[in-house]
């Protein structure tokens, strides 16, 4: 069955420094994947997408992530954060390929952003 | 042109009372969902209907009741409310032949249950 591990529920960094959020996927098969992004009081919006192309993904506002096989990971980055980063971030797996399909989130991870 | 939008955006209301809440998307989608997002910020979803057919039903009271008049529109109305249904409710859809996973969520319905 698939799953994601978002293995840190609140990661705090200084403006400016790098940002570093970590998910873990387990999957029989290679999956696709995705991150979120939800500021306060908003509805979710999609960051970026893995879908079996090339392993390194850049999405929207400066955020990339890596796709790695051999550490199950998909970790997102960014290489300095603004204020403006500050809000909860789910990483997420489809079960399936079908309309059918369960999309599991992730227990999310709060981005704090020091000035 | 709100791509998702849902109505109400805040919802107060008393044990037991019945209410409904409405989502509309203009993207053309096909597909459609409810998720609830608790106070922890976990997402579960309840519901997923696909060109107006429920495809997806996940262990959800029966006070929960899923409405698609057509494939813009899915309604959620929740009867007898209880303390426990208290969370945000967010809209969702997704496009024929998009990759699955990919959603487009609304600003989501915040009810609060006294």
């Known amino acids: 069955a698939q799953s994601v591990t978002q293995l840190d529920s609140h990661v705090s960094v200084s403006e400016g420094t790098p940002v570093l959020l970590r998910c873990n996927y387990s999957?029989?098969?290679?999956?696709?994947l995705f991150w979120y992004v939800q500021h306060p009081n908003k509805g979710l919006q999609l960051l970026l997408k893995?879908?079996?192309?090339?392993?390194l993904v850049k999405g929207i506002n400066g955020f990339e992530a890596e796709f790695k096989k051999s550490e199950t990971s998909f970790h997102l980055t960014k290489p300095s954060a603004h204020m403006s980063d500050a809000a909860e971030y789910f990483c997420?797996?489809?079960?399936?390929?079908?309309?059918?399909?369960?999309?599991?989130f992730g227990s999310g991870t709060r981005l704090s952003i020091r000035p | 042109d709100t791509a998702v939008s849902q109505t109400p955006k805040y919802l107060v209301t008393q044990m037991g009372n019945d209410k409904s809440i409405k989502c509309e998307q203009n993207?053309?989608?096909?597909?459609m969902y409810w998720y609830k997002q608790d106070s922890k910020k976990f997402l579960k979803i309840m519901f997923s209907?696909?060109?107006?057919?429920?495809?997806i039903n996940e262990t959800v009271p029966n006070r929960f009741s899923p409405k698609s008049p057509d494939k813009a529109h899915l309604n959620l109305h929740i009867n007898s409310l209880e303390l426990g249904d208290s969370a945000v409710y967010f809209c969702?859809?997704?496009?024929?032949?998009?990759?699955?996973?990919?959603?487009?969520f609304g600003e989501g319905s915040r009810l609060t249950v006294l």
């Open positions: 969702a859809s997704s496009r024929p032949g998009g990759a699955t996973g990919e959603l487009f």
């Open positions: 999957s029989s098969y290679s999956p696709s």
């Open positions: 893995y879908t079996s192309a090339a392993t």
């Open positions: 997420v797996v489809p079960s399936g390929y079908s309309s059918a399909s369960k999309i599991i």
């Open positions: 993207l053309g989608h096909d597909t």
């Open positions: 209907y696909n060109n107006k057919e429920l495809i």
